[in-house]
């Protein structure tokens, strides 16, 4: 067995007497829940004189290797100057508030604990001992540091539907001047958006699904009997939040366009969605076709529309293009669309 050193050999002694004269009380903070230390007051550095198993299942070290030691041994960073103000500070004034303060386990983990420091004193004043308590924050930090991701994420949602709040409405003034069309073509996209919404709601904001964009995008125009002509063919690949909600308003105008324009607006037409994974020098792409046929001539001033420059602008906004194609037998609309790596699909 190693050689124990005086401090160590005085510290054991300290805990006979503690136990010898504050029998019961020592025992109850051995058993304690919480994590407790005495400490010398007679040194400089503080060393331990007592430690309770609580204490030693929090930072991993056994009794022997803590005895003696200097109060600020288990420090995760023994330079951290705020942290040493602030234990001194516990020393000096006792604070109820607790210092919050880094601790390294035996392990090299470190953990947060609330740190509360009370001095032990004799009768005539004279401080013999600080009790020492230790509250682990480390459950606390990790919900605070999720609380803040969840907010910085928040924020970054909001700030994007604001982007594209900002980019219907301009787009709408800019193509139209009658107040009822510029109000419903924006009543109309921030009900596609908000739609979108509600999909990346439903799975949590961790992203939709291709198919389900797709069928979400296209639930309100299928009535009187247009759903039958409707197909939507391939892998339910799923997409990041700001991909889903361009891909969704896009959706909404291609849909839009075929009802008053296009393959829906009469009574034989149909639209088919397919896609396909291809592979290029910048990564994976999926090429999306919209097919319309069936539908009536498309009129030439359609092209330059309100519709088009939406879906353009929102596509560009993530790096996919559009090729938007006004055939006589109806509209195809291709997109290449980049592919997050490892994107999942079900």
Same mark, same amino acid.
């Given at each position: 067995m190693p050689k124990k050193s005086k401090q160590q050999i005085d510290a054991e002694a300290d805990v006979q007497g503690f136990k010898n004269e504050l029998g019961p009380f020592v025992v109850a903070a051995e058993t304690t829940r919480m994590a407790m230390v005495f400490a010398d007051a007679k040194h400089p550095d503080n060393p331990i004189t007592f430690a309770n198993d609580s204490f030693?299942?929090?930072?991993?070290?056994?009794?022997?290797?803590?005895?003696?030691?200097?109060?600020?041994?288990?420090?995760?960073?023994?330079? +951290?100057?705020?942290? @040493?103000?602030?234990?001194?500070h516990q020393f000096l004034a006792a604070s109820?508030?607790?210092?919050?303060?880094?601790y390294r386990r035996k392990d090299g983990s470190e953990f947060w604990a609330a740190l509360f420091v009370s001095p032990v004193r004799l009768?005539?004043?004279?401080?013999?001992?600080?009790?020492?308590?230790?509250? +682990?924050?480390?459950? @606390?930090?990790?919900?605070?540091?999720?609380?803040?991701?969840?907010?910085?994420?928040?924020?970054?949602?909001?700030?994007?539907?604001?982007?594209?709040?900002?980019s219907i409405v301009w787009q709408a003034t800019r193509t139209a001047t009658d107040p009822s069309v510029i109000r419903e073509a924006i009543e109309s996209r921030l009900?596609?958006?908000?739609?979108?919404?509600?999909?990346l709601t439903r799975a949590n904001w961790e992203g939709a699904g291709l198919v389900d964009l797709l069928h979400d995008a296209l639930e309100p125009f299928r009535v009187d009997g247009r759903a039958d002509r409707i197909a939507i063919e391939g892998e339910n690949i799923r997409f990041?939040?700001?991909?889903?909600?361009?891909?969704?308003?896009?959706?909404?105008? @291609?849909?839009?366009?075929a009802v008053k324009y296009g393959a829906l607006s009469n009574s034989t037409g149909s639209i088919h969605v397919?896609?396909?994974?291809?592979?290029?020098?910048?990564?994976r792409r999926l090429v999306l076709q919209w097919r319309e046929k069936c539908g009536p001539p498309v009129?030439?001033?359609l092209r330059k529309g309100f519709g088009s420059r939406?879906?353009?602008?929102?596509?560009?906004?993530?790096?996919?293009?559009?090729?938007?194609?006004?055939?006589?037998?109806?509209l195809l609309c291709t997109m290449s669309i980049p592919v997050p790596e490892g994107a999942p699909h079900e």
């Open positions: 030693l299942s929090l930072t991993g070290y056994a009794r022997a290797e803590v005895l003696g030691q200097s109060f600020n041994f288990i420090l995760a960073h023994a330079a +951290d100057a705020e942290a @040493l103000q602030k234990i001194d109820d508030a607790g210092a919050e303060i880094r009768e005539d004043g004279e401080i013999v001992q600080y009790f020492a308590s230790f509250v +682990d924050l480390t459950a @606390l930090k990790v919900e605070q540091a999720h609380s803040r991701a969840l907010i910085d994420e928040l924020n970054h949602r909001v700030k994007n539907t604001l982007a594209m709040v900002q009900m596609a958006l908000s739609r979108s919404h509600d999909l990041p939040p700001e991909s889903a909600l361009a891909l969704g308003i896009s959706f909404n105008e @291609l849909a839009t366009n397919g896609w396909k994974l291809e592979s290029t020098g910048q990564g009129s030439p001033s939406v879906i353009e602008h929102g596509l560009d906004a993530f790096g996919a293009t559009v090729e938007l194609d006004f055939r006589p037998a109806g």
